[in-house]
């Protein structure tokens, strides 16, 4: 199978951007989700082209060969990771803008634009591309697409799907569509572009979308920080901005163990002012976005905040998020972390939280908290020693436990992260057989030979 | 097939609601797109529950009938006409609001509620849905979810689409699932739901729906009206407002043949004015939607309105709205009503609108223009005389030279209303023979029988 599929692709891919040394195999056989399977892939292709992508995977559904495709790798979930047969098939060479519309406000880009590279790009024609995952400045569209990222702002401006207009598809047979539209509202036939978002490359291989923009004008950015002795009060308070009917641009709670370890990396003393700290930014301009700024600030004290602070210009309102910044980093200096994904009902943030603790107690395991309180996407980070095969094995438990307990309060198994891999056990445990039956049907209808990432996004 | 089919339904449907009288089979024959095919139905049923609606299907499906099913019958596409062997399913009697929840700001209602009362129930708890189709007071939700509908405010606020969080749906073999979550946010598995949405009731029927709120605090109405003497300054209004980074709640035009037909009922003068009307509202509170409103009025003023006013009161800014809300009732006055409902690039609204009098002029037929301008989506409203069967074929011809317009304006054939029946051959236009195997792959994967609403959203 190897040698006519290497033989087939050299005649389509140049040389240079057909990778299939060991070490190549083996840095794209896995995106940032190390704790689920992977194998080296057969080779690497680096696309330059949708003409490109779909003659690879022609050739791969002809030769019974599996495409694993990729952007940047980021991943948390295990959705780029290679699976037995497969080419991976990586779109990071894909970064050109095609088009910026100011007067439509879309842009349209080839799918291995990062992010940050988008958002600059855009912000100089006085345009806004909201989604933006803890990852931005590191991920690809693609990949935002694929997984339908959130990020920090969504709960007030929505995910990635809620700004996807239009797409460039390759299917499993190697034809290329174009799903969507460019205008601003359409409803002809399926929502089909919907469905290849967070199908996480199972559906087809997304090239080139066309998304839609906000404009950059009339956000000014302000934020309140308020810490709190324990998770109950840090809970109240987002529960009470909540029912006060605020909704902030972010509301971020950052738990003891975050702090610390910020605090062990840069000395910042943050650990010392309270247990739990809350973030909220606003970006509404002039006195409506003062007014907010002391409404959420009465909000935490009347929470019973041991501290809460106003920020007094958009510069010291990005270091009051500092901590939010620095705590994956920081955490990452203490061993491998298995990142949670968990989302709940806001009013179940703290009764989550409270069992994650337990959790962390009774398998012996070190987890750090990192949450979109705002709208109750949690984000545990369970940390095991290098090299502490024991230590893993509880975190995988912990792991398990937190997915669990989040579905027992009503929650769902991913919030923004994706299924991949890691979560193909709690999405069994989500949904009844029959909608996991539907997932069957609809990969069936458009991927009938199983070539397009098999095994990930639904338990097969 | 006729006997079987109704000694079952009988089984399982009471009496007073399985309607099989020639004058109730009439009724629900069509929605109110009479311009399209339709044939009386074999029976109706006005279900009552989820259980009954599944019991319906699967008799429907083992006795080789089709299902239509049906919310307040106000469809504008045909999407609920009945087709040949076919029951006529309503849902218009399941109208319970099964949960209100303020702190996790959703509500969960049975399909059949109308849109406007779901509005007033949960206004109660100072909470919000957002979507409003100009039918809002008399659509049922389930109507809405089936065409994705929007509305004045999706402009800033999106569509139906973007406040479904889940659905439960019975599917074509009589199956009963959720979709979906409850949570803010969730990205397990294919958006299934996403893909429900706009699905005009082909790929399952929806019985309940989970819908996203926003909060109903810190809105207040203001308004701007401005008048221009043609078309083409009035988009170039729309242009400057758009290039000003402001994204209005609602931005409305209505033309010449419109306020005509307002003031030939009821007398208000608008024609007087101007020969177009632009109007814009803002919902920012405070001084920040007085700073809007003064922009908007500036702009206005700038592209030559005129006449240019601005709300001085939540009263006042209704009032400004009076044409717009008049608009078709004051049509409809005047004949049956073909309406369009083509969506175009902003910037293409004078061009599409200018061409839209070009057609008027060469089809020898009346057309009158209410558009949500600033999204790019009109409604070309075509008039034939009752009895005029000759003007009835040359609006027939006027609409398909619309659709095809739009479409070699980058536009789309449906920018709210749905496919139903009318709009077939205009997406058969816009997309390739590849994407609409597509939706058959996906119509065979969910509804292998074609047992529901066959016919309708894509050609088949």
Known sequence: MSTE???????????????????ALAAYSHDDAEWADFVPPLAVVRAAST???????????????????RGAGTGLSGGANAVADSVVLTLELMTEILEINPDERYVRVQAGILN?????????????????????????????IATNAGGLCCVKYGVTRDYVLGLKVVLADGAVVDLGR?????????????????????LGIVTEATLKLLPLAGRENRAVAGYFADLVDAGNAVAAVSRAGIIPAALELVDRTCLQAV?????????????VL??????????????LTEELHAIFTAAGATKAERSLSAEHAEELFLARRLAYPALERLGPVLTEDVCVPRT????????????????????????????????????????DDGAKSRAKDAF????????????????????????LPGMLAEFSPRVIALHRSVKAALDPQGVLNPGKAFPA
């Open 348 to 387: 179940a943030v703290p009764e989550m939280l409270r069992r994650i603790e337990d959790t962390a107690r009774r398998f012996n395991t070190k987890i750090a908290n990192i949450a979109h309180a705002g709208d109750g996407n949690l984000h545990p980070l369970i940390i095991a020693p290098v090299d």
């Open 116 to 144: 940050d590279s988008l958002r600059r790009a855009v912000a100089v024609q006085g345009l806004w591309y909201p989604p933006d995952p803890a990852s931005y400045k590191i991920s690809t569209i693609g990949g935002n």
């Open 278 to 291: 809350l973030l909220a930014s606003v970006d509404e301009p002039g006195t409506r976005g003062e007014e």
């Open 182 to 202: 460019r205008t601003a509202k359409g409803v002809a036939g399926y929502d089909l572009t919907a469905l290849l978002v967070g199908s996480e490359g199972t």
């Open 5 to 23: 599929l290497l033989a087939r692709l050299r005649k389509v891919v140049s040389a240079d951007r057909l990778l299939t040394d060991p070490q």
């Open 400 to 423: 398990d436990q937190i997915v669990a307990d989040a579905l027992e309060l009503g929650g769902t198994t991913t919030g923004e992260h994706g299924v991949g891999l890691l979560k």
């Open 263 to 275: 605090d062990d990396w840069q000395q910042l003393g943050l650990s010392q002012e309270g247990g």
């Open 51 to 69: 003409e490109e992508v779909a003659a690879v995977v022609l050739i791969a559904a002809s030769t019974g060969v599996r495409i694993v495709p």
